[in-house]
Nanobody, 124 residues
């Protein structure tokens, strides 16, 4: 059974940086898209960034230029480097993996394996 564990969430001030990590254990098939999602307080879950099977990265408009997603294929670890953090980035962040059709990386329903989440809080 695939296990997913995020880490790296913390409380920072506006303008600060954090690096989230996500380890996928027992994910043996390389044909998975991996992504980050977040749920801000009182809001719906939203896609943040993803790495497709072909290695291409996609980002939500709200984080472009500030966040960088990357993947360690050998270790099945997904990273999210978050710079220039803003209070509106405050959320529970989740990582996920799934057999996602091309172009649909931001749609949560395509992902099969989810972590428990890690909290990011940005204060002004």
């Amino acid at each position: 059974q695939v296990r997913v564990r995020e880490s790296g969430g913390d409380s920072v001030q506006t303008g600060g940086s954090l690096r989230l990590s996500c380890k996928f254990s027992k994910l043996t098939d390389g044909n998975y898209c991996m992504g980050w999602f977040r749920r801000p307080p009182g809001k719906e879950r939203e896609g943040v960034a993803a790495v497709g099977v072909d290695g291409s990265a996609t980002y939500a408009d709200s984080v472009k230029g500030r966040f960088t997603v990357s993947k360690d294929n050998a270790e099945n670890i997904l990273y999210l480097q978050m710079d220039s953090l803003k209070p509106e980035d405050t959320a529970m962040y989740y990582c996920a993996a799934g057999a996602v059709p091309a172009g649909l990386n931001a749609q949560a329903l395509w992902y099969d394996y989810w972590g428990q989440g890690t909290q990011v809080t940005v204060s002004s």
